[in-house]
Each structure stands twice: as C-alpha cells, then as structure tokens.
C-alpha cells in the first residue's frame, strides 16, 4: 500500500518508474541507490506492506551531519519532478510465501499511478547462462508487448541483446517443449514480468548476469547501460565517473580492524 | 553447509531462487494446508476483562499517551528490574502467537507470556509492552497493525528499548571492549520537529550503514508511516543473558520519561538475581 510523506497525494502521472528487483547481489538495488544519491531526488512515500522485513536506519543517502538523523524504511518512492522520474527503492527482502502478494500489489499501484512505463532493474545468475549467452556482453532486456510498440526500435538500435528463452530440456531435442524465460536468482523479475504481460503494462526489465560478492562495479555497469537509454544524466558516462556513491555503501565489509593486530 | 565437525549450518546468501513450482496451480489440498499454516501464525491479543469490555464497546480505542515497548532479555528485563516490580503496575494482557521457536503450540498464557502488556495504575494512560520471546518475520506487521489498531494515537509517543549484538555494530573505528555497551537511538520524523524531545537525546544517533530490524523496525515503520512521535534507543551488549552492567545503560533513557516513569534508583536485587541467575550457563567440567 502507498502512503504518501506528506499530506498531499504525489502525482506520477507520465512518470517513468524504476524499481529494483530483490535478486542476485543486490545490483538493481545498489543501482537505484545510485540514482536516488546522483540526482538527489525527494522522498515522496513509503510502500507500508506486511510483504517485506521490516528495517529502519538513519538516511542512507546524507551528505551532512544535518539531514544524517531521518528515519528511512524498508520500502520507499523518490521522484525528480522535472525529470518526471519516480524511483521505488526496496531494502528488504520479500517474505517467501508472500511474494506473489507483493507483485500484485506493485501491478496495481503501478496500473492506479499512471506511470508512463517502468523500469525494472534486475540480475541472474552468471553460472546458470547457456552456452550462447556465455559468448556475448552479460547485459540483457526483456520488454512486454505494451512497451515494445513504444521503444521496441530504439532499443535496437541501441544494440541492446534481448533475454534469450533457453531450452526447457537443454541437450534433448524435443521440439514439443517450448523454450522458455528463465531467470534463475532474479526473485520477482520473472512473475513481475508475466503479470505485466497479462496486464498489458508498459514494462521493461534490464538485467544482468553476476555472481555474488562485491556487486558494485556491476552495479556501475548496469546503470551506464540504462543510462544509454534513459539519460538519466546528459553527460556521457563513459568519461569520469559520475555517478554519486551514497554515505550508506560504507563499511561493506564490516568495521576497522583492531588496531592490536599490529 | 557442513562443517568440519559435520554439523550442518545455514549459510545467509543474497541469492534469491527463483520459485518456479509456486507458478503452477496448486491442489486443493495444499492451499488449504497452507492456509491453516497461516491461521496458527496469526497473532492475538487478549487483554483483561476491563480492557477488553472497553475495546469492545463500539469503536473505543484505549487511551495511550505513552507507550514504552523492551524488546530482548535485556531491555525487558531492565524495565523489571526499574520499573516493573514498584507494584504500581497491573498487567493487562498479551500477545499470544505461534512459530517455529515457541515451544508449546498454544504459546504460553498468563504472566509468563513472551509479550506482556502492563498499565500504571496511577496514569493508565501509560502502557509498558515487554517482549520476550521471538516473533517471526512475518509476524510483525501484524503485531503492529493489531496493536496500534488498539491504542488511541492523537497524543501517542512511542519509546522502545531493544538489544542488538555488538558484534553486529558497524564503525569505521575499532569498537573497543571497554565501550560496550553502549546506546544509539533513531527517530521518527514526528519527533523529530520542535517536540519537548528534540535536542536532549540521551545518546548519538544510529550512524549509516547501521540499521535496526525486528519488531522495533517493525514499529518504527509505522510509526514513521502513521506520523506518530517513536524513538527507539538499541543497546548494543557483548553479553547475551540478563546483566546487569547493560541493563543500567538503558537508565539515561527513563530518566527523561522522570514525570511519566518513576523509575527505582537502584535495582531490585531479588527481581534481578531471578533472571541472572536463570541465564547463568550451567556447565558440567568443573563440578
């Protein structure tokens, strides 16, 4: 369920949404954090839902000792108005048998805010790729049939691969199996993408193939992608780095080494 | 995973599996397990006759201005230890809930149950909330919505106290032993304008990339959704069972709830001695 920050409903409509998906090294998450940090985009609400684990810590994105003590939680919509961008950034994992709850409830906010399209940011496993996409660039993109009258030839052009649909049974040649979509590690993305299919949703899901460790050059890599589309920043990405790393990625990999050691 | 003595542990992975059976349509039968698996889940609350005569006479809401909820050993047991055994206070109900770390099926009843609620007699609008036992993941939205569906919230504050592993604390610094334990708290943005509370917190502010789960998570949450004033104050401990050194940390706290709070200056040596004693680890090798 949204419920606004303020007392006035926000209004998303023409905006574009992105949103993460729960899955594999957390590279769409990383990457939504990414862009609500570069373009310091403005809380607007929260998604309260019994779907997620609840969290609650201090600004992941404060820049100064002044705007540090803020509450944030699990789940929670940023906008950029002249951009006509909303972002949906979900720092929980779903709870298991309420994932299908969850996607429901995304399909029908989405469908009731009258975003203009939206964005999925997501990743799979790079160990469960086939032979033919072990041999290309690990980016991929899936778009439902609403979306692909829309920007079906730009993406193209962009030279963007799509999600391939792998065997059912690789290694037999059963032409009665129809190959199908197979996100192994992606959480969400698949049903996500199904339900927006059935819904007639203009929906996109950009991906990644990753193992998991320290996932943020792969975030770095999935956001220029979709910068490429979307110009989220003007500025090329592939000169200096742009991007602005949020004050909450520090300390990944625990705290300072007892200084005994030495 | 298993180890090298053999014994078989879960190992926390990021990755998600993709479930590709829940797709297909389900028997009868298994959704009608599933949902009986839910209804045992499901939390209830009962409350005393008094209290549950009120709430159930049309829409009526207890009255609440203060709400403090301890959840842990030790933030619970502080509030015993301080503030509980002043026989000031009545109980007036529980939290029942079942999940796979409750031992009994029912889930204990009485004063011996893992989420007690008591009242000050003097003001009853002040509820004390002591949670003992674990509450699962999917559990806690509903504590909270079953909760705060029963209080009145136009003039609500919310105080909580929990516990967390130092272990847990993350700080470009080393933390050193000496430190422990010691208190952060996190705030609502209700608290955080120009209330009586702002300014005088007792302890620093939760630093990024810290966080706080569990059910303070889970109210803080609601709180920040439903613009009721919460802070929540996490006491990182190294010493897991009731202890005495930690749960003086939790006094500061209290002291600032002086007019809603009597809190007792020194503790109560029976009340303690009870639940010390009843975590001291029994061990065998030195009889």
């Known amino acids: 369920m949204f419920v606004a ?39 607007v ?5 019994d779907c997620l684990i609840p969290m609650a810590g201090n600004n992941p994105y404060a820049s100064s000792a002044e705007d540090a003590q803020e509450l944030h939680t699990a ?25 299908r709850k969850f996607r429901k409830l995304l399909v029908s906010w989405i469908k009731a805010s009258g975003f203009s399209r939206t964005v999925v940011l997501s990743s799979s496993h790079a160990y469960q790729r086939d032979d033919q996409q072990l041999q290309s660039d690990p980016l991929r993109y899936l778009l439902t049939p609403a979306l692909q009258k829309l920007c079906g030839d730009a993406l193209k052009e962009l030279g963007w691969k799509e999600m391939e649909r792998v065997a059912a049974f690789p290694g037999l040649t059963d032409t009665s199996a129809e190959p199908r979509l197979y996100i192994p590690g992606g959480g969400i993305t698949k049903g996500l993408f199904t339900d927006s299919c059935a819904e007639e949703l203009p929906l996109a899901v950009v991906l990644l193939f990753c193992s998991e460790g320290d996932n943020i050059p792969d975030s770095f890599t999935l956001l220029n992608h979709l910068n490429d589309w979307l110009h989220l920043q003007a500025k090329p990405s592939q000169e200096a780095n742009k991007w602005k790393i949020p004050s909450s990625w520090r300390l990944l990999f625990g705290s300072g080494i007892p200084p005994a050691l030495f | 995973m298993a180890t090298f003595f053999g014994e078989v542990v879960s190992v926390y992975s990021r990755a998600v599996e993709e479930d590709d059976e829940e797709e297909l349509e389900e028997p009868e039968e298994d959704e ?7 209804e045992r889940r499901e939390v209830r609350l009962q409350w005393s006759a008094d209290v549950g ?18 959840v842990g ?35 204990q009843a009485g004063p011996e ?32 919505e079953k909760v705060f569906g029963c209080l009145q919230q136009r003039a609500l504050n919310v105080t909580v106290l929990c516990d967390s592993p130092v272990a847990e604390y993350k700080s470009p610094d080393y933390v050193s032993s000496s430190s422990v334990p010691f208190l952060r708290s996190l705030q609502t943005s209700a608290c955080s304008g120009t209330g009586p509370r702002s300014g005088t917190a007792p302890c620093p502010p939760l630093e990024q990339p ?57 503790p109560n040596a029976d009340v303690l001695r009870k639940f010390v004693t009843a975590a001291d680890c029994r061990s065998n090798l030195y009889i």
Request: with cysteine.
């Open chain 1, 5 to 43: 920050a303020e007392n006035t409903q926000p209004c998303f409509k023409g905006f574009t949404l992105i949103l993460p998906a729960v899955a594999v090294g957390n590279v769409g998450q990383l990457a939504v954090d990414l862009i609500v940090s570069t373009l310091s985009m403005r809380r």
């Open chain 1, 45 to 49: 609400g929260y998604i309260h839902t």
């Open chain 1, 75 to 99: 789940a929670e919509v940023y906008t950029e108005a002249e951009m006509k961008l909303a972002v949906l950034q979900i720092r929980a994992p779903i709870i298991q048998t309420k994932s």
């Open chain 2, 32 to 38: 009608e397990i599933r949902r009986e698996l839910e």
């Open chain 2, 53 to 70: 005569e009120m709430l159930s006479s049309g829409a009526a809401r207890l009255p609440c201005s203060h709400l403090i909820l301890a």
């Open chain 2, 73 to 107: 050993s030790n933030a619970a047991r502080f509030l015993s230890v301080f503030v509980l055994h002043s026989a000031n206070w009545d109980s007036v109900g529980h939290a029942a809930f079942w999940n796979e770390m409750t031992q009994t099926a029912s889930g």
């Open chain 2, 113 to 144: 149950a893992g989420c007690v609620f008591y009242r000050n007699k003097d003001s009853p609008s002040v509820l004390i909330c002591q949670m003992t036992s674990y509450i699962a993941e999917d559990q806690l939205f509903q504590w909270t």
């Open chain 2, 210 to 266: 810290n966080i706080v789960t569990g059910l303070p998570a889970a109210v803080l949450s609601y709180c920040q959704v439903h613009h009721i004033p919460a802070i929540a104050y996490q006491c990182y401990s190294d010493v897991i069972s009731p202890d005495s050194i930690t749960m003086e940390t939790y006094k500061p706290v209290l002291t600032r709830l002086g007019k809603v709070i009597q809190l007792e200056p020194l």
